[in-house]
């Protein structure tokens, strides 16, 4: 019973304490608050004001040690702020790496692209390689050694074997076919390469003008070639003749000669 009411005699005095407080309103607070968070710099808005004729003696003892707080903008967000430094600084630094990842990128598209014209692994994904040397090498490259005879005569055949025309141009072309295989394997710069494949490729079409026009003209030395003969027998059947009157005029003298 006795914990009951010394319970109660608390609560009775606490009672009045609590409803009997009142919420504080600091105006300087408040627009402080206001200031250094979200809103303008006002500087209407220090308190306590200087008052009339600047006599109020509060705004002396509020202001009167730093009279230049009230001219400063101190906001973090302010135009020159430390947050706005940091945020501009942040945004100078952002700009800054974007700039050299952007040079970095840069030298790596253009190693990348001096590489693939340096590489002779990767020749043949040149764009001039794909869309005209390699139709113009196709005949060398893909050559058949059997069908450099189609169309042929036996006889014109059988003349470029004997006098080893077919040999020679196999040779040739297997040393130009070599050439090629080197120079497209081989690292160097795109422009050399280039280069070199229209020097090969005019020594290939010398060779090829040069055989065909051995192929053509085969069926002409045969020609001739029968033709001399033709003309040689008469010669050698008038020779044999003439050699036999001249052994029968011979006969004849010893014969007179002996009587």
């Known amino acids: 019973m006795k914990y009951v009411l010394l319970a109660l005699l608390l609560l ?8 009997g407080q009142k919420a504080i309103r600091d105006d300087a607070i408040r627009y402080q608050q206001e200031r250094m968070v979200f809103k303008q710099w006002d500087r209407n808005k220090f308190v306590p004001e200087p008052g ?10 509020t202001w009167g040690l730093h009279p230049n707080y009230p001219k400063t903008d101190l906001r973090p967000l302010s135009p020159y702020g430390p947050q706005t430094q940091r945020l501009g600084l942040v945004l ?25 014209n340096y590489i002779g692994a990767v020749s043949g994904l040149d764009p001039l390689w794909m869309l005209y040397y390699s139709k113009e090498f196709d005949p060398l490259t893909g050559q058949n050694d059997g069908a450099l005879l ?5 006889k014109e055949r059988e003349y470029l074997q004997s006098t080893g025309l077919v040999n020679w141009y196999l040779e040739e072309s297997l040393a130009i076919r070599e050439r090629l295989a080197a120079l497209r394997t081989a690292n160097m710069d795109r422009g050399s390469r280039i280069l070199g494949y229209h020097r090969i490729l005019g020594e290939y079409r010398t060779l090829r003008a040069s055989w065909e026009a051995k192929r053509q003209r085969s ?6 070639a029968e033709t001399a003969e033709k003309a040689r027998k008469p010669n050698a ?4 003749a003439g050699e036999q009157n001249d052994k029968l005029i011979a006969d004849r003298i010893l014969s ?3 009587l």
């Open 12 to 19: 009775g005095l606490a009672m009045p304490v609590a409803f």
């Open 52 to 61: 009339f004729l600047y006599l109020n003696p509060m705004y002396w003892l």
């Open 92 to 116: 100078a630094m952002q700009q800054s790496s974007n700039s050299y990842k952007l040079h970095a990128d840069t030298l790596r598209n253009t190693a990348l692209t001096e590489t693939s």
């Open 150 to 154: 189609s169309g042929l005569e036996i």
């Open 219 to 224: 069926k002409l030395y045969l020609s001739l």
């Open 237 to 240: 059947q008038a020779t044999s």
């Open 256 to 258: 007179n000669s002996k």
